[in-house]
């Protein structure tokens, strides 16, 4: 098993940045493919980001490529998502999960975080 804790949701002006970060607890860490979801009040969790634990190779939903960056330290346990020039739709709660499967769909995740706030002011 493994627990996971989202940090560096905040209050942010457009064009801003954020740095999310997920410290994870628990056995085999580097096993795990790790993503970042998000949930928009009255929409339902999409995945925003996952990083593949056997060659970090990434993949991102279109509405934030060639802005957010997701990353992993294995050797902290962490998983991050650098979020740079963020827009207002990017307003939502952000939640950080693992899975030892392929990561490409939300029922794949076996354990979540609890998530982290983000609010982007126009």
């Known amino acids: 098993q493994v627990q996971l804790a989202e940090s560096g949701g905040g209050l942010v002006q457009t064009g801003g940045s954020l740095r999310l970060s997920c410290a994870a607890s628990?056995?085999?860490?580097?096993?795990?493919?790790m993503a970042w979801f998000r949930q928009a009040p009255g929409k339902e969790r999409e995945l925003v980001a996952r990083i593949v634990w056997s060659d970090s190779s990434t993949d991102y939903a279109d509405s934030v490529k060639g802005r957010f960056t997701i990353s992993r330290d294995n050797a902290e346990k962490t998983v991050y998502l650098q979020m740079n020039s963020l827009k207002p739709e990017d307003t939502a709660d952000y939640y950080c999960?693992?899975?030892?499967?392929?990561?490409?769909?939300?029922?794949?995740?076996?354990?979540w975080g609890q998530g982290t706030q983000v609010t982007v002011s126009s």
């Open positions: 999960a693992a899975t030892y499967g392929s990561g490409w769909y939300r029922y794949e995740y076996d354990y």
């Open positions: 628990g056995r085999s860490f580097s096993r795990y493919t």
